[in-house]
């Protein structure tokens, strides 16, 4: 099997270590590369190349930097499709939805591309006799960033375009299980002209988040992942001195009225729940059916989950791929199998699904669950699979309380023709990201994203304003070109 190996100023290197894992295609269930597992010392080597081209990066020009933004942006543009076939080969996600992963994090780089505008300063003249105030913000120096397996092309463009912009240097930890996507990028960076040593891609696993964590040249961290590792990785760092974004699991819940189109709910339910096999932090996992819209709502979502395709990723009918790993359909239909226990009844069952010529796939069907209580298993945890729980609400008040109530507050949304219904619920639910009508409400990358409560630990969300704001740091001057002599007097605004 070909070896994925670290980049490291400018070139692939298998570091120091030994140790090598396993990077399966999904959807055969067989092993196609393996990457090597970065050592402290490699990290280390990392961030001392980082740290040494931070020196000219971190005092080039805006014009410099943006030239090289956009001639990144075309080539990712260009390469589209062969980034999205890395993707789907070592995710399992369907070609479509990896080229729309690929597009989203376009728009980021696009976003970055107008760095001069998001760094300009401010400036007061006179602000006493003399004396003139001005603003600037400047680079951090060398950041990092831990990202996960479910979007390797977009999430870690949602941080290394900004970084790079603000005029950081950035290392990248990506998940070990689809890692090739990141090399791929990263010799994309190189082609746009980018110096040696501005991004940097390591591999590895707790070894190398740790040394990310500790090391005293790395000034902040990002990461996007589960909810426990969220809140490790932000104890660590910041007991380093470091900022950090960490952003955590989900429980996205949508609230059904009805009132709503439900055939219009139904198939946008399925596609938010079912899409990406439900490895997305924004996936709906809940539904939350107000009144009589229950069982009308279950009996459409029940179709349109059975007309769901499943297949391998490459195979263009496709509509579902597997999920990433044996462990991970292991431990999906492990939680259906708990519900059923707990009371819930299956209504539409994936377990055990077998897929004609790829047998030792990774598969687990769109499965839809009613009757689920908030106390049961399938509900508290973060299932991370096609798995959608149906739960039963009497108002969209109880509703309302219902999602309040649950320790996440990533993504919910509402599905309603009331617009007053629609308000009382964006004011009163307590999560980062809503939607109305809209089932799966990512912002556009020049807003930016990020939940609450145990969805995130730092007070900066990704992208968009709040990234380039966590990426730089503020400089205050006042100035006075006198012409007299100073003062002992205090000063004052006359």
Not at 246 to 269: E, F, V
Not at 314 to 328: C, I, L
Not at 391 to 419: H, K, Q
Request: overall charge negative; charged content about 20%; proline content about 5%.
């Amino acid at each position: 099997m070909a070896t994925i190996e670290h980049w490291i100023g400018g070139s692939e290197t298998s570091g120091t270590g030994s140790r090598r894992a396993t990077v399966y295609n999904p959807a055969t269930g067989q092993g196609q590369h393996e990457v090597v597992l970065a050592e402290a010392a490699d990290v280390d080597a990392a961030v001392a190349t980082a740290k040494a081209a931070f020196e000219q990066w971190g005092d080039s020009s805006l014009s410099k930097r943006t030239k090289v933004l956009f001639a990144f942006r075309e080539l990712v543009n260009a390469n589209v499709k062969e980034l999205a076939e890395i993707v789907s080969d070592e995710h399992g996600k369907v070609l479509s939805d990896a080229a729309g992963e690929v597009q989203r994090g376009l728009e980021v780089i696009e976003f970055a591309c107008g760095i001069p505008q998001m760094l300009k300063g401010d400036y007061t003249d006179q602000a006493s006799s003399g004396v003139d105030v001005f603003s600037f913000r400047e680079p951090l120096g060398v950041v990092a960033g831990i990202t996960p397996f479910n979007f390797p092309a977009m999430v870690p463009m949602w941080m290394h375009p900004v970084a790079i912009a603000c005029g950081n240097t950035f290392v990248l930890k990506p998940s070990e299980r689809d890692p090739s996507a990141s090399n791929f990028v990263a010799k994309l960076w190189q082609r746009a002209g980018l110096p040696d040593g501005v991004f940097n891609v390591v591999h590895g696993d707790k070894v190398a988040v740790d040394a990310i964590l500790d090391h005293p040249d790395i000034a902040a961290v990002s990461f996007v992942g589960s909810t426990p590792i969220a809140r490790y990785i932000h104890t660590r760092a910041t007991a380093t001195g470091k900022r950090v974004q960490a952003l955590g699991g989900a429980k996205n819940h949508a609230i059904i009225l009805p009132d709503a189109d439900l055939d219009y709910a139904a198939g946008h339910l399925s596609a938010a729940a079912f899409g990406s096999a439900g490895e997305r932090c924004m996936a709906i996992s809940a539904a939350v059916a107000v009144g009589s819209a229950g069982d009308a709502l279950v009996d459409l979502v029940n179709r349109k989950a059975g007309e769901v395709v499943v297949g391998s990723g490459r195979d263009p009918r496709s509509e579902m791929g597997p999920v990433v790993t044996a462990a991970a359909k292991e431990r999906i239909e492990h939680l259906i199998g708990t519900g059923e226990q707990q009371g819930a009844k299956v209504t539409v069952d994936g377990r055990g699904l077998k897929v004609p010529g790829y047998e030792d796939g990774f598969f687990v069907g769109p499965t839809v669950i009613d009757q689920v209580g908030v106390e049961m298993d399938v509900y508290t945890e973060e299932i991370f699979g096609p798995v959608l729980s149906v739960v039963r609400a009497d108002t969209v008040d109880a509703a309302i309380d219902l999602i309040n109530a649950n320790r996440y507050g990533n993504g919910t949304a509402i599905f309603t023709s009331s617009g007053e219904a629609a308000r009382r619920f964006q004011r009163g639910v307590n999560v980062g990201m809503i939607g109305i009508n809209v089932p799966i409400p990512v912002p556009m990358a020049y807003y930016s994203f990020g939940g609450w409560k145990d969805s995130l630990f730092g007070d900066k969300h990704i992208h968009g304003p709040e990234g380039v704001s966590f990426y730089t740091r503020g400089k205050v001057v006042t100035s006075r070109w006198p012409q007299a002599e100073a003062s002992l007097h205090f000063p004052t605004a006359s």
